[in-house]
């Protein structure tokens, strides 16, 4: 367990603003701000969803202005979470690197940044798809930077558990995009990717829990032992296995998607079985030796496969009309 005591050059450098460079921001310092691999993972869950609401190959211009939209959302939400963690930003080795955090992007144009990226979401979702797809993307952003970093993220270690609903939003913004509704199946999938977050970042954050408690950030790795927060991401992974197979019923899905989410599901609570296996062990002293990054990298192809069968299994329908 790790105490929240900051690191004093750390301190030091936050309270004198930050590392200026000389050299001006560049076009790859503004990409930075948005974070690009997390609007992977979210486009991830985005398009996939739109194969399954339209139980087909969706049209080609919606798809690509949901996705123009939902990346302007997340990009949005990610610039204004840059801006208000620079000064915990400041205290972690892991990010004190980012523009905002040395003082290299002025507070104010990121804000300008963030300003026009949500608007220009808005915008394209609500002219080239629909209100309500828009209408939940700006609620996505509402999340993320209200509900999540401003309120919960330096509150409480369930942090991300509950700030975690704004990753599960673009599931229900893929299907509100095709349907312009909402029902059972992708609020499923919501809860799929609300399951799994936890396993996902907690591993990550094990790994990183000495940057957390420099900064201050209670993320539960940082105030709990490795046996209890192993215990609940086991919790965790079961119960994101458990909604990924409540889909089969839901939305009548074959056996495409069916063996994937077993397989793949399989996999994924043995590997968060490991992990406490490795907590326990009391020879296992270091981190090296527990390897909680093993679990974080495979829960990222887990929900990779899990999306990759929600696409595949309507159009094998298609060809092949065979469902459990």
């Known amino acids: 367990m790790t105490t929240l005591q900051p690191r004093r050059e750390s301190v030091d450098r936050a309270q004198a603003g930050g590392s200026h460079s000389t050299r001006r921001a560049g076009i790859r310092d503004y990409v930075s701000l948005i974070k690009p691999r997390i609007i992977e993972l979210l486009l991830i869950t985005t398009f996939p969803v739109m194969f399954l609401?339209?139980?087909?190959?969706?049209?080609?211009?919606?798809?690509?202005?949901?996705?123009?939209?939902?990346?302007?959302?997340?990009?949005?939400?990610?610039?204004?979470?840059?801006?208000?963690?620079?000064?915990?930003?400041?205290?972690?080795?892991?990010?004190?690197?980012?523009?905002?955090?040395?003082?290299?992007?002025?507070?104010?144009?990121?804000?300008?940044?963030?300003?026009?990226?949500?608007?220009?979401?808005?915008?394209?979702?609500?002219?080239?798809?629909?209100?309500?797809?828009?209408?939940?993307?700006?609620?996505?952003?509402?999340?993320?930077?209200?509900?999540?970093?401003?309120?919960?993220?330096?509150?409480?270690?369930?942090?991300?558990?509950?700030?975690?609903a704004a990753g599960c939003m673009p599931v229900l913004i893929g299907w509100a995009a095709v349907t312009n509704r909402l029902d059972w199946a992708p609020v499923v999938l919501f809860l799929v990717v609300f399951f799994w977050t936890p396993p996902h970042y907690w591993p990550l954050s094990m790994r990183f829990k000495d940057d957390y408690a420099a900064a201050g950030i209670p993320m539960l790795p940082v105030l709990a032992e490795d046996t209890k927060v192993a215990r609940q991401i086991v919790a965790y992974a079961w119960a994101t296995v458990a909604a990924s197979l409540a889909l089969?019923?839901?939305?009548?899905?074959?056996?495409?998607?069916?063996?994937?989410?077993?397989?793949?599901?399989?996999?994924?609570?043995?590997?968060?079985?490991?992990?406490?296996?490795?907590?326990?062990?009391?020879?296992?002293?270091?981190?090296?030796?527990?390897?909680?990054?093993?679990?974080?990298?495979?829960?990222?192809?887990?929900?990779?496969?899990?999306?990759?069968?929600?696409?595949?299994?309507?159009?094998?329908?298609?060809?092949?009309?065979?469902?459990?």
């Open 53 to 164: 609401a339209q139980g087909g190959v969706p049209p080609a211009g919606l798809v690509v202005a949901t996705l123009v939209g939902g990346t302007l959302s997340a990009a949005c939400a990610n610039v204004f979470n840059c801006i208000l963690d620079r000064d915990v930003d400041r205290l972690m080795r892991r990010t004190e690197g980012r523009p905002l955090a040395t003082g290299l992007i002025p507070v104010r144009h990121a804000l300008v940044f963030a300003i026009v990226l949500g608007v220009a979401s808005v915008l394209v979702l609500g002219l080239l798809v629909n209100a309500l797809s828009a209408a939940l993307s700006f609620g996505a952003i509402l999340l993320y930077v209200v509900f999540y970093t401003m309120v919960l993220k330096r509150r409480t270690t369930q942090n991300i558990v509950w700030g975690g």
């Open 248 to 324: 089969v019923p839901v939305a009548n899905m074959g056996w495409i998607y069916t063996v994937i989410a077993l397989v793949s599901g399989a996999v994924f609570v043995l590997e968060s079985h490991r992990l406490l296996s490795r907590a326990k062990d009391p020879a296992n002293t270091t981190l090296a030796a527990l390897r909680p990054m093993r679990l974080f990298h495979y829960s990222i192809s887990y929900l990779t496969l899990v999306f990759v069968g929600v696409a595949l299994d309507p159009l094998f329908h298609l060809a092949l009309p065979v469902s459990f």
